[in-house]
T-cell receptor, first 112, second 111 residues
Framework: DGGITQSPKYLFRKEGQNVTLSCEQNLNHDAMYWYRQDPGQGLRLIYYSQIVNDFQKGDIAEGYSVSREKKESFPLTVTSAQKNPTAFYLC???????????FGQGTRLTVV | EDQVTQSPEALRLQEGESSSLNCSYTVSGLRGLFWYRQDPGKGPEFLFTLYSAGEEKEKERLKATLTKKESFLHITAPKPEDSATYLCAVQAGGNFNKFYFGSGTKLNVKP
C-alpha cells in the first residue's frame, strides 16, 4: 500500500535530549513537510523540502533540524534548544504540482 | 500576510441537524483551498480541493463551496460518525509548496 509512515507513534523525551522522528513515504512525491499541532491551534509548518538535498525553514523552525538525503525520507530532529517540544507532529508529502498534501498518522512527543 | 480563519471553533449538532462550517482566507493568489477531516490522535484525511470561486464539491453528506473570500463546508443530516475536527487549508501562489492551515472546527454530532 502506498502512503506515509511515521514512527514512533508515541515518543517520550527527557529534558536536554535530542530526539528524531521518522517519516517515510512510498508515493514518489517530491515535496515533504513537517507540521506541529498543539491543542486548539492549527497546523504550523516547521520545515519543508521540495527536492532531495534541499529544505527550507517554515514558520517555527527554531529548535528543530531536518535532512533530505533520500526522496522517500524526511526525518525531523527535535533538539534540546526547543523549549516546549510537547506536541503532535505530522509529516506530509505532495507531488510536484502540490494538488494536495497527504498526511501520516502522526507522532505524539511528550517531555518527561 | 496570508491567513486562514475557521469558525466556529466548536459545533454541537443533533443527528440530522444540518449546518455549515466557515473558512475565511486572505492570501495572495489562491492556488487551491483544501478541506480535511481529522479524528483524535490521527493524521488529517483529505476531503476536497477547490480551485476557483463558484466551484462546489460533494461527498456523501458533505458539500464544499468556494467564494473569493471564504469557503463553506455544508453538512446535511449529519450522523454521529461525522464527529471530527474539520481543517481548512489554502495554498498561495507565491509559495508553491506551502499550505496554510486554519485552527479547525471541532464537530460533535449527538445521536
Amino acid at each position: 500500500d502506498g502512503g506515509i509512515t511515521q514512527s514512533p507513534k508515541y515518543l517520550f523525551r527527557k529534558e536536554g535530549q535530542n530526539v528524531t522522528l521518522s517519516c517515510e513515504q512510498n508515493l514518489n512525491h517530491d515535496a515533504m513537510y513537517w507540521y506541529r499541532q498543539d491543542p486548539g491551534q492549527g497546523l504550523r509548518l516547521i520545515y519543508y523540502s521540495q527536492i532531495v538535498n534541499d529544505f527550507q525553514k517554515g514558520d517555527i523552525a527554531e529548535g528543530y533540524s531536518v535532512s533530505r538525503e533520500k526522496k522517500e525520507s524526511f526525518p525531523l530532529t527535535v533538539t534540546s534548544a526547543q523549549k516546549n517540544p510537547t506536541a503532535f507532529y505530522l509529516c506530509a508529502s505532495s507531488p510536484r504540482e502540490a494538488l494536495r498534501a497527504f498526511f501520516g498518522q502522526g507522532t505524539r512527543l511528550t517531555v518527561v | 500576510e496570508d491567513q486562514v480563519t475557521q469558525s466556529p471553533e466548536a459545533l454541537r449538532l443533533q443527528e440530522g441537524e444540518s449546518s455549515s462550517l466557515n473558512c475565511s482566507y486572505t492570501v495572495s493568489g489562491l492556488r487551491g483551498l483544501f478541506w480535511y477531516r481529522q479524528d483524535p490522535g490521527k493524521g488529517p484525511e483529505f476531503l476536497f480541493t477547490l480551485y476557483s470561486a463558484g466551484e462546489e464539491k460533494e461527498k456523501e453528506r458533505l458539500k464544499a463551496t468556494l467564494t473569493k473570500k471564504e469557503s463553506f463546508l455544508h453538512i446535511t443530516a449529519p450522523k454521529p460518525e461525522d464527529s471530527a475536527t474539520y481543517l481548512c487549508a489554502v495554498q498561495a501562489g507565491g509559495n508553491f509548496n506551502k499550505f496554510y492551515f486554519g485552527s479547525g472546527t471541532k464537530l460533535n454530532v449527538k445521536p
